[in-house]
């Protein structure tokens, strides 16, 4: 366990979806040789210029304060806040049920950063930055596919990369060992582009 795999993480935190594979990734950690490496990407960016529900359309207008203000935060302290960030907005809006910008606002505060921070939810000021994060995710596994997208090294140098796994709850232990186990083989097969059935559970962040 002492040299750990890379494996790059692309999330939107508003994504339920995402939040739940994301703490399954924090599972495999624990008993698999890997270490997640965060990164942003965006529904907004994703969903723009395409036919949406007004109801949508309303919700990625509000997507993009969180995103900004990571990214924002990124800067200023560094890749490791990423994770951190997310760590806590994502709790705070999948598991406590604040809405994002006093999700944000008290995950800055958990974290003893600045508010000034908030600025960055309604400024384009880091919009360029999160645009080339998002593209060098999405431009891993296509256009019609959303977050998370999971990336690992190949073993022929290239990475392998796949959105998902979609999943609920987070299996936990070795039983999430052995689900990454099978998203590996599977997404390392060549030719293999998908699986999937309709899902019929709501996420469940337990």
């Known amino acids: 366990m002492s040299e750990r795999t890379p494996v790059d993480f692309w999330f939107d935190p508003i994504c339920p979806w995402a939040w739940i594979t994301s703490r399954w990734m924090l599972e495999v950690e624990k008993v698999r040789p890997v270490q997640v490496r965060w990164h942003v990407m ?20 509000t997507a993009w304060g969180p995103v900004r ?4 935060a990124q800067r200023d302290y560094g890749d490791d806040m990423v994770g951190h960030l997310y760590t806590d907005i994502g709790t705070r809006i999948h598991v406590q049920g604040e809405d994002y910008v006093a999700a944000v606002q008290h995950a800055l505060r958990g974290l003893a ?17 999160l645009r080339a994060s998002h593209a060098e995710g999405i431009g891993l596994v296509g256009e019609d596919v959303g977050t998370p997208v ?18 609920t ?15 590996i083989l599977v997404a390392s097969t060549p ?16």
């Open 42 to 61: 965006s529904l907004a960016v994703l969903n723009e210029g395409r036919e949406v529900p007004a109801e949508y359309a309303d919700l990625m207008l």
């Open 69 to 72: 203000t990571i990214i924002a």
């Open 113 to 129: 950063l600045p508010d000034a921070l908030l600025d960055a939810a309604t400024s384009e000021e880091f919009d360029a930055k």
């Open 150 to 167: 999971i990336a690992v090294p190949g073993s022929d140098g290239e990475r392998v990369a796949f959105f998902g796994p979609v999943i």
């Open 169 to 183: 709850p987070a299996p936990k232990g070795e039983a999430a060992g052995r689900l990454w186990d099978g998203v």
């Open 191 to 206: 030719g293999f582009f998908e699986l999937k059935r309709t899902r019929t559970a709501d996420p469940d962040f337990v």
